[in-house]
């Protein structure tokens, strides 16, 4: 180029196409800033507290918490690694009778929250329950029971799945070369369910970490359930233990994520895998899938209708039993699908910036704002909504009154569950053919009109997907909503804790038969058909 000479213009396009990337990177920074709020906001106010950090983190009243939640998950994790990997096994690889439907409904205790179903345990066994023979579960041991009954799905549901895409050549040149049906599961079939094993372990190990309602229910005394007691006249323990907590987390999901980027196993989908005889294991094979599912479905349900039939004439109880009307659940009705809706509405349309930019673009800096949305997830709900109940209450004067508002539990709901929705909107971008959008592209159609009406419609089913993950979690989510509900505002899951508190067992068996009911449709349709179809 010559002295003097001016340096070439950019084209109109260019510059649009600049300034639209700078924005759009703007846009997609302050979204991974946002979802790093409960983190940061804790970790800023945990490490004001100075010198008091290291006192309360090294006293008691922190230490027996921690070591109780470490125990309560890791000894749940290996009996829900145990028992899940067994059940799986049992109806893809046996001749158990009435697999096919089995299949199906050993999933189901996925759609039970935790504190329905120790509240259904603890009505059910003792002095004065249905069954008197057992003892009741309580402290350490009930919660244990009541976690591995609802949480082995996340164990069984991934390893069944692995048992239906293992490679078949394998066994079979096993079996020729004279190996017993027992010595080719142990040797031949398990080591290719070890990912499949570690994963759903290390989620069931979060799972332990962040329950709040079961560890509550059998008054077992974990982090959880000091964070909630300490929240009003304890800041700092609260505190303290809330970032204990929410680092614990991070280092499962790290573990989890570093388990599943080693994965590199054999894969046929399609063939007919093999069938074992169990023999005279036939038997014991049945009763062990009779007792889990009576302990976890058969029994709450059955407890659940037993208090409704027997009715109650407890005094301030608005549902006296069978014949009565039904009235006092469409309030917590509509508020569960209110806000269900909104969060999975909002979850869909805040995270779509971020995956189209990480799928598309894979910038570092999309790739930063997609980890942030997911490490939110890892956080227990109840260390986020510590994080937005400590920042609303000292909020400044314009945004004072979010605090116990609508919005804000919905963005308490959005901040948590934020990467379910990221998760399906990840896979359906990356579903879309480029050979269309470089079409369109050729064509002179502008970006805003591509996503508008080429993209967004092939992403729909997608959003939709993830949007309803969203409304699933939402609609099950306790200690979340117990911190950021409006004053009044009850949900299906508030309703049936409130009453399960004050004793009103028939408005709880009504109230949480709903919500079981619910949250097993949404089950079904967005994470049993999808898996079980494949």
């Known amino acids: 180029m010559r002295v003097g000479s001016k340096a070439p213009e950019r084209s109109p396009s260019a510059a649009g196409l600049s300034r639209r990337l700078a924005w759009s990177g703007a846009l997609v920074a302050a979204i991974g800033l946002i979802f790093l709020f409960p983190l940061g906001f804790l970790l800023w106010e945990t490490v004001a507290l100075g010198d008091d950090l290291w006192g309360t983190l090294l006293s008691r009243r922190a230490m027996v918490p921690l070591a109780k939640s470490l125990l309560i998950a890791t000894t749940t994790a290996v009996a829900c690694a145990v028992l899940g990997t067994t059940l799986a096994v049992l109806v893809a690889r046996t001749n158990l009778p009435g697999r096919r439907v089995l299949r199906v409904v050993l999933a189901l205790p996925l759609a039970i929250p935790s504190f329905v179903g120790a509240t259904a345990l603890l009505a059910a066994f003792g002095p004065g329950a249905l069954i008197t023979a057992l003892p009741r579960p309580e402290g350490f ?18 390893v069944l799945s692995r048992l239906r895409s293992t490679a078949p050549s394998l066994e079979e040149a096993a079996r020729q070369l004279g190996s017993t049906p ?49 929240r009003l006249f304890d800041r700092a323990t609260s505190l303290t233990l809330g970032l204990l907590l929410a680092v614990l987390a991070l280092v499962v999901v790290a573990a989890e994520r570093a388990i599943v980027s080693r994965r590199r196993e054999i894969s046929t989908v399609g063939r007919r895998q093999p069938v074992y005889g169990l023999g005279r294991l036939r038997g014991p094979a049945a009763v062990l899938v009779v007792v889990v599912l009576g302990a976890a479905l058969v029994t709450p ?49 805040i995270v779509l910036p971020v995956a189209l930019a990480e799928v598309r673009r894979r910038t570092l800096l999309a790739d930063a704002s997609a980890v942030a ?37 919905i963005l308490g709901y959005v901040l948590h569950f934020g990467a379910q929705s990221l998760r399906s909107s990840q896979a359906a971008i990356a579903a879309i053919p480029e050979q269309i959008d470089a079409a369109a592209r050729t064509l002179g159609v502008g970006p805003r009109r591509r996503l508008l009406e080429l993209d967004l ?56 038969l709903v919500l079981v009911a619910l949250s097993a449709l949404l089950t079904w349709l967005l994470v049993l058909r999808p898996e079980l179809s494949r």
């Open 141 to 158: 041991w009930g919660a244990l029971v009541v976690l591995t009954l609802l949480s082995y799905p996340y164990v069984y549901l991934p």
């Open 182 to 230: 027992r010595r080719t599961l142990l040797r031949i079939v398990m080591p290719q369910l070890r990912s499949a094993i570690a994963a759903g372990t290390l989620l069931v190990l979060l799972y332990g970490l962040s329950d709040f309602g079961a560890v509550s229910l059998m008054r077992y005394d974990t982090i959880t359930r000091a964070i909630f007691s300490s």
């Open 301 to 349: 349900i059955a407890v659940f209708v037993v208090w409704i039939l027997r009715g109650s004439a407890t005094i301030g109880s608005e549902f006296a039993g069978f014949g009565d009307g039904l009235g006092f659940l469409v309030s917590p009705v509509v508020n569960s699908i209110l806000a269900s809706v909104a969060a999975g509405i909002g979850a869909a349309a």
């Open 373 to 409: 949305v997911t490490s939110v997830f890892a956080l227990p709900g109840l260390v986020v909504a510590l994080a937005v109940v400590f920042w609303a209450i000292q909020a400044p004067a314009p945004l004072a009154g979010l605090y116990q508002s609508f919005p804000l539990l």
């Open 457 to 512: 419609p092939l992403m729909a089913p997608g959003l939709i997907a993830g949007a309803g993950l969203v409304m699933l979690s939402t609609l099950k989510e306790l200690p979340a909503t117990l911190l950021l509900a409006p004053i009044g505002f009850q949900t299906l899951a508030t309703k049936t804790w409130g009453a399960a508190e004050d004793g009103f067992y028939a408005e709880v068996g009504a109230t949480a």
